[in-house]
């Protein structure tokens, strides 16, 4: 029999548990009409960074090969996401670069029915060596996660000394042609908020899309607190670049607000989940690498979906499934005003 996981818990800490919701009412009535067509597909727990945002890494076991969904796998669950109405499919970690076969994948993606858009989400390590390839197998739009230009501050965030090969990654994929480029910055006030303008004036040369990230209680409620920086700050430090004039976001955009900067070869982006959060209007769902679909990041409810591919159930009763998936998401009441993953949960095993 195949059941959803922890149907019924929160991941609110016990005082904020009700704040901020919706009341007692169904949120479908107060939801605009949304389309459910974005789907975050994490091909591994590995990463070849410790990023001190990402989790508690000093209790969290890898998952087994075995447990790690198998390509094939990930294909067929992908063919029964877009028979459901899934027509992006961003590919996560982990480090998803760090798994072998991943050109490939991302070539049988593009062939999937129904996907019209393929994306990959990198830390950027090895993109140098994979970038031309990546775009030969179809590849046009990725987004690196870059919080620092500074070598030593790199290695403090990060927990290794990789930004050299980060930068190269950036220029190789820019020769290669991929477009667009997304930078992902999460702001981290005391540790990298110093260089918000520097890493913004990153796309006033380059066609580069900076977004700007809040972070996240992903792995310390306290430390979250200490280091927290909304958006409305975070945009009121980059006024002196001048007018950001907002663009009209594409029908499987994320949660991202973007915006022109006149003179600029690029972008600027804004996500805040923290301070205006996206329920309202997110239209994504997330696999994890151990194959379990969750309908909203900082919510534990999970459903199976390696039993069912494993135990030779149909394409019609996956899709099922994912539609089950989606008819949660919006009936689902706002996310409260902090939500936090549980310790031991790897944000590298969700997939962000």
Known sequence: MIRSANESTSLLPPRLVGEGRGGGESATAELPPRRINYLRLSITDRCNLRCIYCTYWQDWEKAAFSEILRYEELLRLVRAAAAAGITKVRVTGGEPLVRRGVVEFIRDLHQVPGILKVCLTTNGVHLRDLATLLHGAGLRQVNISLDTLRRDRYRRITGSDHLSEVLTGLAQAVAAGIHPIKINCVALK?????????????????????????????????????????????????????????IEPAATAGPARVFRVPGFAGELG????????????????????????????????????????????????????????MSRKLRAKK????????????MAGIGG
């Open 190 to 246: 005391g540790i990298n908020d110093d260089e918000l303008l520097d890493l913004a004036r990153l796309a006033r040369h380059h066609p580069y899309q900076v977004r700007f990230i809040e972070l996240m209680p992903t792995a310390d409620l306290e430390w979250w607190r200490r280091h927290f920086l909304p958006v409305a700050e975070i945009r009121q430090r980059l006024s002196s670049l001048g007018q950001f004039v907002p």
């Open 270 to 325: 804004f996500i805040s989940p923290m301070s205006g959060h996206h329920c309202d209007s997110c239209n994504r769902l997330r696999v994890t690498a151990r194959g379990r679909l969750r309908p909203c990041l900082l919510e534990e409810t999970e459903i199976d979906l390696k039993g069912p591919l494993r135990s030779g159930l149909s394409d019609h009763y996956l899709t099922h499934l994912v539609q089950s998936a």
């Open 335 to 346: 996310l409260g005003p902090v939500g936090v993953l549980r310790e031991g949960l790897a």
